[in-house]
């Protein structure tokens, strides 16, 4: 009998994780307190700490150097197996999965040695981004602060349309899913023997739980207010000031508008949207990127949204712990404003992780 492991989370991590262990030959049953669903009901006075749905989503390539943190490695290298697998995904179910590929473009006014070093005379393209191309001065905002700029290719998700997406394969495919409310991932092992399953021992828990478990003294969030508009655009284009404030559009495709963005306040647990904020979203990047407007003098607001991204200090958690008097936790938390964008190298971390102790445990015996 295939051994059992149990998700906790119904995130883009939590889902991502229980597809690709399934895929492995587990058996998974995902436990969460919220599911997606359409993002056009999904209630920020009741949903404010489930971050999947508030997301934008794209992927923007954060390089790695050695000036800045050795886990941005790990990270880059998630992201490049999130885009492969966005692409074959995209390439398979083109009108279902949620997923655009778009030109990424970025915009930098006083850009860091790991963006001067993306490109140089010696190396045009030195990551070996796909569609990497530096910009010329003509091709930047008119208002003559950005001094540097590239454009790539890239993806985006309409990030309900494509949980949905993982959340039915997962089910199609035999998963099984509980409604519950967890107060530690360790309660997981013992609940599915008393929810119908019984002498179906669990090898592994999954602590995909986002911003929701305590207690880990290293784990915040991260405010983030965006602006939903009606318009499209045909790119996802981001803008870092030179204050260090941020200006960028997310493309969410299938009907769902472009993301406006957006502030990023670190431990603001405030949920209610400021209407300064968004004049001055709206305002800066019609300036940035007026093809947007499309000739009109104002955009369109759908709603106005208030996420909170799960932010550890130190970086994302994905490693195993071996919980005494419970079990083997495989931790995914913490990805901050990266979840979709590395969600796939996660999932493949998680299995590895979890496989790791499984050899481990049989070889002991
Ligand atoms: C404004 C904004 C813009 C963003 N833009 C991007 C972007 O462009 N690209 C990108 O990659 N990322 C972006 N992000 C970040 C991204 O949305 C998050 O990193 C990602 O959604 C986190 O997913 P998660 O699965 O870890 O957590 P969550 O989505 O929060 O999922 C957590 C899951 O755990 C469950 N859970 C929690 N506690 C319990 C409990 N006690 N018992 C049972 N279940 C529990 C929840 O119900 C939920 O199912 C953005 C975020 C925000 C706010
Ligand atoms: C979100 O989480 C915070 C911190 O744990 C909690 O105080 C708040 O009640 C939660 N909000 C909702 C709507 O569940
Ligand atoms: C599981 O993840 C949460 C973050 O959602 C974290 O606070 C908690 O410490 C983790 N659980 C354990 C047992 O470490």
């Known amino acids: 009998m295939s051994?059992?492991?149990?998700?906790?989370g119904a995130g883009v991590?939590?889902?991502?994780?229980?597809l690709l262990l399934q895929r492995s030959g587990y058996a998974v049953t995902?436990?969460?307190r919220d599911f997606p669903g359409p993002f056009e009901t999904m209630d920020p006075t009741t949903k404010i700490n489930y971050t999947s749905p508030w997301g934008g989503a794209h992927n923007r390539w954060v390089p790695p150097h050695p000036s800045l943190p050795a886990s941005l490695e790990r990270e880059h290298a998630m992201s490049l197996r999130t885009f492969d697998h966005m692409k074959s995904l995209h390439a398979s179910h083109p009108h279902t999965a949620g997923i655009t590929f778009l030109q990424g473009i970025e915009y930098i006014e006083s850009p860091g040695p790991e963006y001067l070093a993306l490109s140089t005379p010696s190396n045009p393209n030195a990551l070996n981004l796909p569609g990497f191309r530096l910009l010329d001065?003509?091709?930047?905002p008119a208002d003559g602060k950005v001094t540097w700029g590239c454009e790539y290719d890239t993806w985006c998700v309409n990030p309900m349309v494509y949980c949905s997406f993982l959340?039915?394969?997962f089910v199609h495919r035999g998963g099984r899913v509980l409604q519950r409310e967890l107060r530690r991932p360790e309660e997981a092992f013992s609940l599915l023997a008393s929810e119908g399953e019984p002498g179906r021992k669990i090898a592994a828990v999954v602590n995909a739980s986002g911003t929701g478990l305590v207690p880990d003294p290293a784990m915040t969030i991260t405010r983030g207010q965006t602006c939903l508009v009606a318009e499209e655009c045909d790119a996802t284009v981001?803008?870092?000031?030179?204050?260090?404030?941020?200006?960028?559009?997310v493309p969410r495709g299938f009907e769902g508008g472009t993301i406006i963005g957006g502030t990023k306040e670190l431990n603001n647990w405030d949920?209610?949207?400021?209407m300064e904020v968004r004049a001055r979203l709206l305002k800066r990047f019609a300036e940035t990127y007026p093809k947007i407007l499309g000739g009109k003098s104002e955009m369109t607001v759908i709603r106005d949204i208030v996420g909170r991204r799960p932010t550890r200090d130190g970086g994302p958690r994905v490693e195993g712990e071996l919980v005494s008097g419970a079990g083997f936790v495989m931790h995914a938390y913490g990805l901050g404003g990266r979840g979709y964008e590395l969600s796939w190298g996660v999932a493949e971390a998680v299995v590895e992780?979890?496989?790791?102790?499984?050899?481990?445990?049989?070889s002991k015996l």
């Not at 051994?3 to 906790?8: I, P, T």
């Not at 981001?238 to 941020?246: I, V």
């Not at 949920?271 to 400021?274: D, G, H, I, Q």
């Open 271 to 274: 949920a209610k949207p400021s």
């Open 238 to 249: 981001t803008r870092q000031n030179a204050d260090g404030s941020w200006t960028f559009c």
């Open 13 to 18: 991590i939590g889902l991502s994780s229980a």
């Open 167 to 169: 959340l039915r394969r």
């Open 353 to 362: 992780g979890v496989e790791r102790h499984i050899k481990g445990a049989e």
């Open 137 to 140: 001065a003509s091709e930047l």
């Open 30 to 32: 995902i436990i969460a």
């Open 3 to 8: 051994q059992h492991v149990a998700v906790v």
